[in-house]
């Protein structure tokens, strides 16, 4: 196989050394978002390892970040990446070895995916309260006071004690799942994700970076999508399988322009085999009319893309303040020409239902109560979702 592309790109993101890593590391040192939270205080760190996350991390994070060249996977279609990708997998003998080829594909992405999209982690953790619940069921049954013994025959506590040991571990295993969502969103909103992440807003900062690798990411999960589309392969369920997961869904705007059409590509996810340990397709939710226009529909898509939009059991859901999603309804009423009235900011109502919330009118009446214009914080990252997409001139 030639993995000339393919190999220095997935360097960017598998093993301890990659640029992907030491943002990790760097970010779970400077905002306490490692797996088990540091006690507190935390202690300050020796002047030799403070100097490492000053200084040379980030200085060797930027040197390899700078030095990747993006346009092999960001632009053009096809990618010569995913070109690279495609002739490797044509190669592959059978089903199994091409299925194993692309396992090979996702698994250097495993640490930054459980950051930021922590479905197989939640899941492990899930699993154990089941397990967990049903061995408490059992010694709820039992007499309390009941004596146990361990294989050595000598004395190993109560029956009451099981039950508490249990109740014990359930709840640990709950604020692991908390602990998961807590990490993950603050990876999207400090790396630029929702509207908080003002340092973000800075140049070479580590932030910045990992919102630079994570974008690439994002994108090489979409055109993967789109191309295994194209052979009958369910990116999602290779996903599941191999607890990846890049993207937790997909949407038909995720994979329609590498596809060459949505007519295409809807015919390629409706063809997907229905497996039952295949996780389900979840379709973009029904539209308000007023946004039900391929015009919208990109807006939404590049917001979707950007992280300030997701999908959560069939609803779309603002990944933000309510202040800013009354800002994106003001620049994409004027965008998408939906105002009717001269004198209104914005039509209101249709992004109300798209988000299901209430009263983005006064969000904005509230911010401008203290601020002389209507620019609330991380106004600019709205502003580039509206910027010309000149990806398909490329």
């Known amino acids: 196989m030639n993995k000339t592309i393919e190999k220095p790109f997935l360097a960017l993101f598998g093993g301890l050394t990659s640029p992907a890593a030491h943002c990790l590391e760097w970010m779970d040192e400077t905002y306490d978002l490692g797996v088990y939270p540091a006690k507190q205080p935390r202690e300050p760190l020796p002047p030799k390892w403070r100097d490492y996350f000053d200084n040379v991390l980030p200085q060797t994070i930027k040197t390899r970040v700078e030095a990747f060249d993006e346009t092999v996977v960001m632009c053009g279609n096809p990618s010569p990446l995913m070109e690279e990708i495609e002739n490797n997998l044509n190669e592959q003998p059978t089903q199994e070895a091409k299925e194993r080829y692309l396992f090979s594909l996702l698994i250097p992405f495993k640490e930054l995916a459980d950051k930021y999209t922590p479905v197989a982690l939640i899941a492990q953790e899930e699993r154990q309260i089941q397990e967990t619940e049903k061995d408490l069921a059992y010694w709820k049954q039992q007499p309390q006071d009941m004596e146990l013994t361990n294989t050595a025959g000598k004395p190993s506590g109560t029956v009451k004690g099981q039950v508490e040991a249990c109740c014990s571990m359930i709840s640990r295993h709950r604020q692991q799942i908390e602990r998961y969502k807590h990490i993950s969103d603050q990876y999207r909103i400090l790396t630029g994700r929702c509207e908080d992440g003002a340092r973000w807003m800075q140049k070479d ?5 990992l919102h630079t690798l994570h974008s690439i990411a994002f994108h090489f999960a979409n055109r993967l999508d ?6 009958g392969i ?3 369920r290779l996903e599941l399988e191999s607890g990846v997961f890049l993207k937790e869904h ?3 705007t995720d994979v329609d322009y590498y596809i060459g059409s949505r007519e295409l590509a809807q015919k390629y996810i409706d063809a997907l085999p229905k497996a039952g ?3 389900p397709q979840q379709e973009a939710p029904e539209l308000p009319k007023e946004l039900n226009t391929d015009k919208a529909r990109g807006l939404i898509a590049k917001a979707v893309e950007a992280g300030y939009i997701t ?3 069939g609803q779309y859901k603002w990944n933000g303040e309510k202040v800013l999603l009354a800002y994106f309804a003001v620049k994409a ?3 998408l020409g939906l105002k009717k009235n001269y004198n209104a900011y914005a039509c209101w109502k249709p992004f109300e239902r798209l988000f299901n919330v209430a009263n983005l009118k006064w969000a904005k009446a509230d911010f401008e109560k203290y601020h002389s214009d209507f620019h609330p914080t991380g106004y600019e990252k709205i502003d580039t979702l509206f910027e010309a997409d000149t990806e398909g001139q490329k």
Do not use: C, K, P
Request: aromatic content about 12%; glycine content about 0%.
């Open 234 to 236: 369910d990116l999602l």
């Open 205 to 209: 900062t580590v932030e910045a970076y």
């Open 226 to 231: 789109a191309l295994l589309l194209t052979y």
């Open 311 to 313: 999908v959560e059991a």
């Open 333 to 335: 009423t004027t965008y």
């Open 277 to 279: 340990n295949s996780q």
């Open 250 to 252: 997909r949407l038909i």
